[in-house]
């Protein structure tokens, strides 16, 4: 990318945890700026979604059902309907036919999707203004009030918001238990674009920036890393 752009991106301005202006910061072009995939997010999405279902739904046929051996009545003479077995999937109690049954709905993501697609997530936020970057998160006690306060003094307390850590503390985790309808951590290392997508906002440590650069460009100076790639990749969409 030439220099020529990257000076035309501004500065972000980080917050302290009591919503006073910090300093200020250039986010990654490549993590933050990137053209929004919605196709390659939408196809993420699904792909999470498949993954978290467990599967185990079972309904039994009419041979798994218990019973139903003897013949109902004889076959002629009773003026009703022949059947041959009370667990017929007609009857109440019976089989079912085309039940669900345990099955596995695991889909196998690549890699190299699983980043491009947590680029365009951060991307989307950052291009909605939905990101907030704080220069650090420490609370003196593992109370919810302690989290309160901070999503009070960023403005983010009546919002769902998903908050990008580094090794989080375990006061900052404990704090954070009761808040779930509106907050939820989430370690850099394990975030994902279904994560940043399910959130109306994002909160960032600032520290955990140059680890994403490491996490999804291999280094903050991976610009050639990632130039040398981009012909491969528009090789494999032609095909």
Not at 21 to 46: K, T
Request: some cysteine.
């Amino acid at each position: 990318m030439s220099t020529s752009r990257t000076k035309k991106i501004p500065k972000t301005t980080v917050l302290d945890q009591k919503g006073r202006i910090a300093g200020e910061i250039h986010l990654p072009v490549e993590i933050f700026y990137a053209r929004v995939n919605a196709r390659l997010l939408s196809q993420v999405s699904v792909m999470y979604s498949a993954n978290q279902r467990r599967g185990t739904a079972d309904t039994k046929t009419r041979r798994e059902v218990r019973g139903g051996g003897k013949k109902p009545w004889r076959q002629k003479g009773t003026g009703r309907a022949r059947h041959g077995s009370i667990r017929s999937p007609i009857w109440r109690g019976g089989g079912v036919v085309f039940g669900p049954h345990p099955k596995d709905y695991y889909v196998h993501i690549p890699v190299q999707l699983k980043r491009q697609a947590l680029i365009s997530a951060l991307s989307m936020k950052n291009a909605q203004s939905k990101l907030t970057v704080v220069d650090s998160v420490r609370l003196a006690r593992p109370k919810t009030n302690e989290w309160v306060h901070v999503l009070e003094a960023l403005k983010l307390v009546d919002r769902n918001t998903l908050c990008v850590l580094t090794d989080p503390s375990e006061e900052v985790k404990r704090a954070a238990h009761n808040l779930g309808y509106c907050l939820r951590l989430k370690d850099v290392r394990d975030c994902s674009a279904y994560d940043v997508m399910n959130y109306d906002r994002l909160l960032i440590e600032k520290r955990a920036i140059p680890s994403l650069e490491t996490r999804l460009l291999g280094g903050p100076s991976a610009n050639a890393e990632t130039d040398s790639e981009s012909p491969k990749e528009k090789k494999g969409e032609s095909k």
